[in-house]
């Protein structure tokens, strides 16, 4: 082969490849993944702790590599990020696995629907990218995370029928100043004297919904 040619082919494959490597991709036998691919593990690691009866998550394996074309996974065309999880009404149970927090830039979560139980995590009020969080309908005990204080994005906030569960305290509540609408239907707020204040205090709420929440 000519000198010449052999030069430019060597630094042409050397740019196709570090551009698949910029774009998060596996580049393979001429086939680029989008799927970053340590999101891809964070990904196999939370359906490893989940009871999935229905084979609901089929979609979700190692040996698929691009993991933006699994079920309920959304990732940004240009970062290749995943952005969006919704799982919503797939019968999956179990606890909900701290994988989730690699996620770094998950801006929308839906696991309602389902069968989780167990506390409802704290480390979620760590995922502060999140404008949408919808954890309604499962089988959670205890007592609301006061970490939820810290999802200074949250537009959206579904906790409604989450299980037996309780507000302790709602100064969580007043720092989510963005909050456009929340659900807290069947959650017990008996304790709470000021929930008035609290949600007047949240100026862009425009749907609020305290169904069965043992308010006199």
């Given at each position: 082969m000519n000198?010449?040619?052999f030069l430019l082919f060597s630094l042409l494959l050397l740019l196709v490849t570090k551009t698949a490597s910029q774009l998060g991709g596996?580049?393979?036998n001429g086939v680029t993944n989008k799927c970053l691919h340590k999101e891809r593990l964070d990904l196999l690691l939370f359906k490893a702790s989940l009871h999935d009866p229905n084979d609901t998550l089929s979609t979700w394996r190692?040996?698929?590599?691009?993991?933006?074309?699994w079920k309920g996974v959304?990732?940004?065309?240009?970062?290749c990020h995943v952005i969006g999880l919704d799982i919503s009404g797939s019968s999956l149970g179990g606890e909900i696995n701290n994988?989730?927090?690699?996620?770094t830039y998950l801006?929308?979560?839906d696991l309602s629907r389902n069968s989780f139980h167990g506390i409802i995590p704290s480390f979620i009020g760590s995922m502060t990218r999140l404008r949408y969080l919808n954890l309604s309908?499962?089988?959670f005990h205890r007592t609301i995370p006061l970490e939820f204080g810290n999802l200074t994005?949250?537009?959206w906030l579904y906790l409604g029928s989450v299980g037996s569960y309780r507000v302790d305290n709602l100064e969580w509540l007043s720092h989510l100043s963005h909050l456009e609408e929340l659900q807290m239907d069947e959650i017990s707020l008996a304790k709470q004297n000021h929930w008035v204040d609290v949600t007047l205090s949240l100026r862009k709420l425009s749907l609020l919904s305290l169904k069965g929440c043992e308010l006199s």
């Open positions: 000198p010449c040619l596996d580049y393979r190692s040996d698929e590599h691009d993991c933006c074309n959304t990732c940004n065309n240009q970062t994988s989730l927090l690699n996620l801006n929308h979560l309908y499962n089988s994005n949250l537009q």
